[in-house]
Structures are given as C-alpha cells and as structure tokens.
C-alpha cells in the first residue's frame, strides 16, 4: 500500500515536471531551455528533475510524446468515430491537424526543426507519425471509395500524397502567425475545393 502510494506520488510529480516543461520549451525552444529553467519553472531543485529524468532530451521527449498523443486523442474523438461524409471526415481531419500544431510548439519543432532530427527520438517520433497519418487518412479515403464518394484507384499512394501536401501547407500557414483560425479555415477551404473539383472548369 505504502509503495502504491509512493508510486503514485511520483507519476504526479513526472507529470508535473513534464507539463511546466512544455511551457518552458515553447517559450525559449529546445536548444536554449535548461534543466535550472525546468526546475526552476516547477518549484523544484536540479537534482530533483534529474531523479525522474537524465537528461533535458528525456524530459523533451516525454513533452512531445505528450502533445502527439493529445492531437491523437483529439483528431480521434473529432474526426476518426464520428458518422460523417467522408469528404467532410478529410476537411475536418486537415483543419483539426493544422489548429491543433499551431498549438503544440513542441510537438510542431519535433516534426520540422532541423537541429532536433539529429535526436534519435525525434527521427523515430516523425516516422511513427507519418505512419499514422497515411493510414488514417488512407482508412478515410478507403470509406469514402466504399460510399461511391470518392473515385480513388490506388489510396495509399493517395494517402502518402495528402500527407505530402498537407507537410508543405503546414509549413506556410503555421509558421504565418498572423493567420488567425477563420482566416486558416476558409483558405482550408478553398485549397480543399480545388482538391474535390480540380481546376478545370466544366462545360
């Protein structure tokens, strides 16, 4: 009982650790944020912050595995289980990802920063994402060949594709922080049009 309790005890002061961490390396980044900031920002000494965690790459690692898995549980709850058109399944899906990174530093300096993808753990991150992404995607498009909504001969190639895409247009419309969520909804929109209908105009 009492080692329960112990037990316990110090699962909640690593998650304690790990939410003050988030917000530390979003403000300075991973390469400028130290351990004396972390323990500093919980409250706590070095030498407590080095008990749960070895190394500031250990404490960023947990940071990030944290806010991949919220933008999971997220995109899950708000896209994957529910009964929608599978159409508006991809336009919600692509909205929700792009809100949501804009959101997570962390996780968004994970997948893009350069000096992080020399980590072994962010290299193994980006993978495990994309892996993820173009099967969920590729399940969407799948049920939406299924529903006659879509005419898609090949939906994994489909999938690595939109991935692609959606990486570049992340890219311009996250790092632009004066798009705001109406702004990026509607461009969202317009760039989806054209991927429905495509260009060329009907006679």
């Known amino acids: 009982m009492i080692k329960e309790h112990i037990l316990k005890k110090q699962k909640l002061i690593k998650l304690k650790i790990v939410s003050v961490a988030s917000h530390v390396f979003s ?11 972390i323990a500093h920002a919980a409250g706590m000494g070095k ?34 289980n529910v009964n929608d058109n599978p159409k508006d399944k991809i336009r919600n899906y692509i909205f929700i990802r792009m809100k949501y990174l804009k959101e997570m530093v962390n996780f968004y300096e994970a997948l893009k920063n350069d000096y992080l993808g020399n ?3 962010t290299e193994r991150i980006r993978k495990k994402y994309d892996k993820e992404e173009q099967q969920t995607i590729k399940n969407i498009l799948e049920e939406g060949v299924n ?10 190639f489909t999938a690595m594709v939109l991935v692609t895409f959606l990486k570049g247009l992340e890219t311009t419309m996250i790092i632009e922080q004066e798009i705001d969520i109406k702004n990026l909804e509607k461009n969202l929109d317009d760039i989806l049009h054209v991927l429905f209908y495509g260009m060329i105009k009907s006679y």
Do not use: C, P
Request: a neutral charge; proline letters at 0%.
């Open 147 to 156: 529903q006659g909504v879509f005419n898609i001969t090949n939906t994994k």
């Open 47 to 80: 030498s407590s912050i080095y008990y749960y965690f070895t190394s500031k790459e250990e404490v960023f690692e947990e940071v990030v595995k944290k806010e991949a898995n919220a933008l999971s549980l997220e995109l899950e709850k708000r896209v994957i």
């Open 119 to 121: 980590l072994v753990f």
């Open 27 to 37: 403000k300075l980044g991973f390469k400028k944020a130290t351990m004396e900031d």
